[in-house]
């Protein structure tokens, strides 16, 4: 049993667990090593207090799961079978309280596992892993750096083809051709290129909108590499830009290196968000900076912890997140810098290198 089925182990013994039940293929996968997409059948990884772990997965995963999984025991079901039948015929004793995630199981499921396993209560399981994921350990570290030189290398190759007539939609084919090619497991989300007056849009959606000069170009993609995400964000300037527009941008990177020169274990997450939002609301933008300063990052891009003002949650070695201030100005435009950072014993690993300066294509 490893160390993360051991921590899980003591709480369910706390907390009067006799059953954890692991549905999420990402959980399964940052207990176990074994990473798949179920689709619609049953995977789960289970834990009784005091006993190994074990698999159940669709009878097409064996082999892979067999392949990479870190448990002794793997069962395995067909199409025509029963899986939650299997599970309650392996499971041993009266289960009494069950723990679970709660986001990941559906009111589908949760009924038929009541009906199948006949559990008197149950338990949220998530805030656990949540709390066992806060920190990286150094093989995840090691995933996300290779996920962040990856995404760099795409970025690099795509912004070669920014050019004056080309469609935002052309370069995301650019990015997700390039995601690809250079080896990613996939986009860690949906790709996006924004160009002009809609990079005021922080969230915006790609289209035929075609580049002009003066435009800003805003790029914010990722990649998942063996399981692990990275989210960057870089914005370019086609030609001269509007003194307004250079004055968001250099805001904008005093922002990101504000906060990023004041994250060290032992401050709050309030304190970076509050460091980067200082410098914009100094120069005037306060009111266009309209989001948290970040978000974890491991085997979801978007994980805990929120890194916002009101989070008093202290830094530790070991968390991984991004540093993104923006400014959108409706109309104008908008800039954002985004950093994937790593808290250490001693201060911060920044482990984005793409250059932060304006850059004029």
């Not at 370019?236 to 830009?241: K, P």
């Amino acid at each position: 049993m490893n160390m993360k089925w051991a921590e899980l182990d003591r709480k369910m013994r706390e907390s009067g667990i006799s059953t954890l039940l692991i549905t999420d293929p990402k959980h399964v996968y940052y207990l176990t090593g074994f990473l798949s997409n179920p689709h619609e059948r049953f995977l789960g990884a289970v834990l009784q207090a005091g006993s190994e772990p074990f698999l159940v997965v669709p009878a097409l995963d064996e082999e892979a799961a067999r392949a990479a999984a870190d448990v002794a025991e793997i069962i395995t079901h067909q199409d025509t079978d029963d899986p939650y039948l299997l599970l309650k015929q392996r499971l041993k004793g009266t289960i009494g309280t069950i723990g679970f995630e709660k986001e990941q199981v559906s009111m589908a499921r949760f009924e038929q596992l009541q009906e199948t396993l006949g559990f008197s209560r149950y338990l949220d399981a998530g805030p656990w892993l949540r709390e066992l994921r806060f920190r990286k350990s150094a093989d995840e570290v090691a995933k996300i750096k290779r996920a962040v030189n990856l995404i760099e290398q795409v970025l690099t190759e795509s912004v070669r083809q920014v050019k004056e007539g080309i469609s935002e939609n052309e370069l995301v084919a650019e990015v997700e051709y390039q995601i690809r090619k250079l080896g990613a497991d996939g986009p860690s989300f949906d790709s996006m290129v924004l160009s002009g007056e809609k990079t005021a849009l922080p969230h915006g959606v790609p289209g035929t909108r075609q580049i002009r000069r003066g435009d800003l170009v805003m790029f914010d993609i990722g990649v998942y590499a063996d399981g692990y995400a990275s989210d960057i964000t870089r914005t370019f300037a086609v030609g001269e830009l509007s003194d307004e527009l250079v004055k968001i941008y250099e805001t904008v990177l005093a922002a990101n290196t504000a906060a990023i020169e004041a994250i060290k274990p032992g401050v709050s997450f309030a304190s970076i968000d509050k460091a980067a939002r200082d410098v914009i609301e100094a120069a005037g933008y306060g009111r266009y900076f309209i989001h948290r300063l970040g978000h974890g990052l491991g085997i979801d891009v978007h994980e805990f912890p929120s890194v916002h003002g009101k989070n008093e949650q202290l830094l530790t070695e070991g968390n991984v997140f991004t540093v993104e201030p923006g400014i959108y100005v409706p109309g104008v435009g908008g800039v954002r810098i985004e950093d994937d950072v790593l808290v250490t014993a001693s201060g911060v690993e920044v482990l984005t290198a793409y250059p932060k300066q304006l850059t004029y294509i």
